[in-house]
């Protein structure tokens, strides 16, 4: 099924630490070229245009599982990680936030001229969906984020973001070309949310087709545009609650990293000794690589990978990051070398964890797993990014 949806999310001030940074780089790369090398550039976008998954992507990369600097953080990784390799993988990363989103045309049209597209027509898209999501909704979000995806065969998606002051709330935009069929008949079929009055006609002479699909948008009947919406809407709430996870799923992720005979199978199954810890964030990893959408309905279960910058639910493993994420190097790796019993154990992992939890329905202690995690955090050497404030000396 092809994809394209919206997420409401808080803002949350702050930044991504170099320690992170440079790792979620690496582990985003991974993941992506693990999803393209199994199952192709088309899924990778049909994945990235879907707001659970793009969420469940950035709480495992180790970013706060509900804010809007997700968006920002996991793109800008991305586009780090993927733009050295974009000629080997097929993929493009152009524009980012701000002043980087202005660069989108050039850097569109630079692509299209190496890989022989219609740069133009690339460039068009790219400035209709801004427009119409910044100018043709009238939802009280300005975009300030702007990322378009290209692949090798010419396929797109856009990820944007906007912001509204009042409400304090960003608003994430999910495209995809596979299911753009016209811009003049429902080119986004998952702008929803509360009415914020009337919508405006795009007064720009050349979005002529933008200003036909407002009209169309706002004569759909509001029922139909629920139905076909994935709307992915957070609470403020900052701290991960038992109520935001689904509790038998982390509960057979649990199972699998530390009841003995299931760690073994599992060992077995990825040809490799690993402790409990890694194998419990390697199994969510896992479930990012080859999970069918509804697996992603709680994507703060994903924060149990590798915790969260902020300390929530618990701060960033930095051994078990590391060790997860040479795990999945080596498997690569190995892979591109014609050795793809590895990488093909990360699979095999996911079904394994599916299927404990569809025979036991095993159901997590939440208040035990946060207490067994904040408890083994300094052997791990957990890290957020409190850690790295100066202490101010005590004036006596």
């Given at each position: 099924?092809?994809?394209s949806g919206v997420a409401d ?225 957070l609470p403020r709430h900052h ?158």
């Amino acid at each position: 099924m092809k994809r394209s949806g919206v997420a409401d999310l808080p803002l949350h001030g702050g930044h991504v630490p170099q320690w992170l940074a440079e790792r979620m780089t690496k582990l985003g790369t991974a993941i992506t070229e693990a999803i393209v090398r199994t199952y192709g550039t088309s899924v990778f976008l049909s994945r990235l245009s879907d707001p659970f998954w793009f969420q469940a992507l950035g709480a495992v990369m180790g970013m706060d599982w509900h804010s809007s600097g997700i968006t920002t953080s996991v793109m800008g990784a991305l586009k780090r990680g993927l733009t050295p390799r974009a000629d080997e993988l097929g993929i493009y990363i152009c524009g980012g936030r701000g002043r980087f989103s202005r660069n989108t045309p050039q850097e569109l049209r630079s692509i299209a001229e190496r890989r022989g597209f219609d740069g133009e027509a690339l460039v068009r898209n790219s400035r209709l969906t801004a427009r119409i999501d910044n100018n043709a909704i009238a939802d009280g979000f300005q975009i300030y984020l702007h990322s378009f995806i290209v692949t090798s065969k010419g396929e797109w998606a856009v990820v944007q973001q906007g912001l509204n002051d009042r409400s304090g709330m960003a608003r994430r935009y999910h495209w995809h070309s596979a299911a753009v069929r016209d811009f003049v008949a429902e080119p986004h079929t998952a702008i929803v949310g509360e009415n914020q009055g009337t919508i405006m006609n795009l007064v720009d002479a050349q979005a002529k087709p933008a200003q036909t699909a407002l009209l169309d948008i706002a004569h759909e009947n509001p029922e139909t545009t629920l139905k076909t919406a994935r709307h992915l809407r957070l609470p403020r709430h900052h701290e991960v609650l038992a109520e935001n996870i689904d509790l038998k799923r982390l509960g057979a992720v649990l199972a699998v990293a530390y009841e003995r005979d299931l760690h073994q199978f599992a060992e077995f199954l990825l040809l490799e000794k690993l402790g409990p810890r890694t194998l419990q964030s390697l199994a969510l990893i896992a479930e990012v690589v080859h999970g069918a959408p509804s697996r992603f309905v709680d994507p703060a279960r994903f924060s149990f990978a590798h915790g969260g910058k902020d300390g929530h639910p618990f701060p960033v493993p930095l051994k078990t990051y590391d060790e997860s994420l040479n795990c999945l190097r080596t498997s690569l790796d190995g892979a591109k070398l014609g050795d793809k019993d590895k990488l093909e154990g990360f699979r095999r992992l996911e079904r394994f964890v599916r299927a404990i939890e569809t025979r036991l329905e095993p159901e997590a202690n939440f208040d035990a797993i946060i207490a067994h995690e904040k408890a083994i955090s300094p052997s791990l050497d957990g890290r957020s990014v409190f850690d790295d404030r100066p202490r101010q000396l005590a004036l006596f």
